[in-house]
């Protein structure tokens, strides 16, 4: 490591991104992409007068953007601040809201403890029970500021409103972080709590259900105050982080609302016969609320995942106690589902044999 690079930074673990294959064709089912392209409004909005109005900055309050996230939303503008990815909105987060520490399960989104590190956040992580599942009771009396990923990843499971409501409730000062990346494949929505309290936030992307993971644009939602805070930050950093092209898509895709629900729909109906099928193979699979099954094979996890590599097949293999029987599987398409089934195919009969 460079002698340049301050020594509270030489023990970070940066965070590991699912391999991007390049060049070659394969079923990609390891980063929970969107299997659809971008909605066609989005592709007609970035249009050549446009790009060329690349010489000059964005509009650094989104006025637009967050006014269609707002309408569709029924909050108010300012109720509403955009950023690069909810990676970049989490980052804020950790770095400004989190005086007491925080607080955030063991298997969930690895960003968290990556943030901690990067920031200095004193981390609290509390144990998913050992059915996977998050239950609320354990956070009730926490004094950190708490993140949870609903649905969660790897896992897929949900959360119910009113158990995060209970918490929010419980202690009105303390504050709640509800990171809804999978929400749209079947979740519900915080959202509508953000007026009633101050102490929620809720961030969402449109890198899943939208299909816009290479434009990089994310929203928090939350009480004015919560924003304005935000934006301290934003404005303190990049106030340019959401670039002309991101705000026109975006803008775009949260009005093609019927593209979004034939979209969604399909990746749901995909994750169900998807699960029923991978059961038919004798795998264990979680009940899901997000773009992705979590699964565990009849034969070693690691295996499998690497034989699928050789197949040209990437799905997502966390090495670990807790983790390493399992899978994490991205809803592709039909076609991606159905080239899975067969490579597992194979690679149980292998098993079988052996
Ligand atoms: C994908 C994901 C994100 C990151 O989304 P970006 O908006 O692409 O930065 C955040 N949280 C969770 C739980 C995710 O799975």
Redesign the pocket.
Same mark, same amino acid.
Request: charged content about 20%.
């Given at each position: 490591m460079s002698r340049f690079l301050d020594k509270k930074l030489s023990s970070l673990e940066s965070y590991l991104p699912g391999e991007q294959p390049e060049g070659r064709r394969v079923v990609k089912l390891n980063?929970?992409e969107n299997p659809f392209a971008p909605s066609p409004a989005v592709v007609d909005a970035i249009t050549k007068e446009e790009v060329q109005k690349l010489s000059l900055y964005p509009d650094p309050v989104a006025r637009e953007l967050s006014e269609s996230i707002a309408a569709y939303y029924g909050i108010r503008r300012e109720q509403i601040l955009t950023g690069?990815?909810?990676?970049?909105l %989490?980052a804020f987060c950790f770095h400004g809201l989190c005086p007491n520490g925080a607080a955030f399960s063991d298997l969930?989104?690895g960003?968290y403890p990556v943030y901690c590190q990067m920031f200095g956040v004193k981390e609290r992580i509390v144990k998913l029970r050992e059915d996977f599942r998050l239950a609320i009771e354990d956070y009730m009396d926490l004094k950190e500021t708490i993140f949870i990923?609903n649905p969660?990843?790897p896992t897929g499971l949900n959360v119910e409103v009113e158990a995060i409501e209970k918490l929010l409730k419980r202690d009105p000062d303390r504050l709640v972080i509800i990171?809804e990346?999978?929400v749209d494949f079947g979740g519900t929505s915080c959202i509508p709590l953000i007026d009633r309290y101050d102490n929620l936030l809720v961030?969402q992307?449109?890198?899943?259900s939208r299909q816009l993971?290479g434009m990089? %644009?994310?929203f928090a939602a939350g009480s004015e105050e919560l924003i304005t805070a935000l934006a301290k930050m934003k404005f303190s950093f990049n106030p340019y982080s959401v670039n002309r092209l991101a705000l026109l898509a975006g803008k775009a895709a949260i009005e093609d609302e019927a593209y979004f629900l034939k979209t969604t729909r399909a990746v749901i109906e995909t994750r169900e016969w998807m699960k029923r099928e991978l059961e038919g193979y004798g795998c264990e699979v979680l009940p899901s609320k997000a773009n992705f099954l979590f699964v565990r094979p009849p034969v070693p996890a690691q295996d499998v995942f690497m034989r699928c590599k050789e197949e040209d097949v990437f799905v997502r293999y966390f090495p670990g106690e807790r983790t390493g029987e399992w899978l994490r599987i991205s809803v592709g398409t039909r076609e991606d589902a159905q080239r899975l089934l067969e490579v597992l195919d194979k690679i149980f009969e292998e098993g079988s044999h052996a």
């Open positions: 980063t929970n690069n990815g909810s990676d970049e %989490l969930t989104y960003f990923a969660n990843a990171d990346a999978y961030i992307t449109f890198s899943k993971a990089r %644009l994310a």
